[in-house]
């Protein structure tokens, strides 16, 4: 782990904590490439690993997080895609990667020649005790239901681990209709969120996105008095804000960029067959699988169209087809962490329309084993 931490003097930028700079990468034993990561004789070791940026709001906010992430380290010692594997406050996220996509590494040798590793690292922010830090979701102290079943009564509440905030429906969005969602949701005693339902929406749509949105969620499972992990269930409210003015659902000034230029100055907009070169991913997340179909676990797909602006952002992402129309919030929900190379036409960035195909596959359930 590497915790960073506001220094005084500065209100935005980090310094390294002493002690905790220095941190070995740990291989997943997954096959990123041409080679397999668990087999390489030596790790690769950190040239240049300079800190984030603060998020200037964050820090003004006194807000702490933790965001992890993996990466593939290259031949060169170069960081491809990288991409949040856990992360309890969004926020984060983004300066988290911007960070490691401009780290620097001996690569990883197997035999003598160098050979693609995987690698993942949890990097730690911290506001500082003195600015009072405090993480971004707070779950109650004690049970908010005194009258709950015996099985959703705990002692020690669950933490969130891993969060996201939903991504506004593009009609919504496109329409500025503004609205609120009211979700309930279980916890179940491995962490995971087992079953969700939409108690009121003002659109379908926006039923449909906090859906997505919580089944990304992760948490340290609720406990009984005894420690034992045990269920736990909770509601949350958002209220989409087209504006993205005192509303639970960000917006980016890019976002309404895009949003105006589609609606005024379309052609202004390219398509990939007019770029110098095709775009180029740095970090696409997987998307996670619908909660609502592991009873059925059938696979599916979703095509998803979405704008990669001047930065390389992926912007306004909205469903073309879906065999479900789960599976095409999830692929959305994923979609709109995406970065990549700013697009360029005849050497200038420009904003460009794709389209890709998401395939789902439901999860393997490991089976105990039989005595």
Known sequence: MIRYT????????????????????????????????????????SVRRDPPLYPYNAAKAGLNGKVQIEFIVDEAGDVINPHVVRSNNPWFERPALDAVLKWKFEPGRKGGRPVK?????????????????HELWRVPARNPDPEAP???????PPTPINTAFPVYPWGDFEARRDGRTDLRF????????IAAKVVSATTPEMAEAVLAMIDTWEFTPAQKADGTPCFSAFSIQHDFRHAGIRGDVPIT???????RRIQKSPEKIVSAAQLD????????????????????????????????DEEGDAQLPRIVASTE??????????????????????GKPVATRVQVPI?????????PATP
């Open 117 to 133: 590793v995987r690698a993942n690292q949890l990097l730690e922010f911290d506001s500082g005790a003195a600015l009072g830090g």
């Open 150 to 156: 015996p099985e959703l009564r705990w002692t020690k």
């Open 6 to 45: 506001l220094s005084h003097g500065r209100s935005v930028r980090l310094a390294l904590v002493a002690g905790l700079m220095i941190c070995s990468l740990t291989s997943s034993g997954a096959e990123p490439g041409p080679n397999n990561a668990s087999g390489a004789d030596v790790l690769p070791k």
């Open 325 to 346: 129309p789960a599976f095409g919030y999830a692929a959305v929900q994923a979609v709109a962490t995406w970065r990549f190379a700013p697009p360029r036409q005849g």
């Open 253 to 259: 000034e890019g976002a309404h960029r895009i949003l």
């Open 186 to 193: 279980v916890i179940g005693p491995q962490g995971r969120v």
């Open 359 to 367: 395939d789902f596959a439901p999860p393997k359930i490991e089976k």
């Open 277 to 308: 070169e095709r775009p180029r991913a740095l970090s696409t997340r997987p998307p996670v699988y619908p909660t609502k179909l592991l009873q059925a676990g059938q696979p599916g797909s979703a095509q998803i169209e979405f704008i990669i």
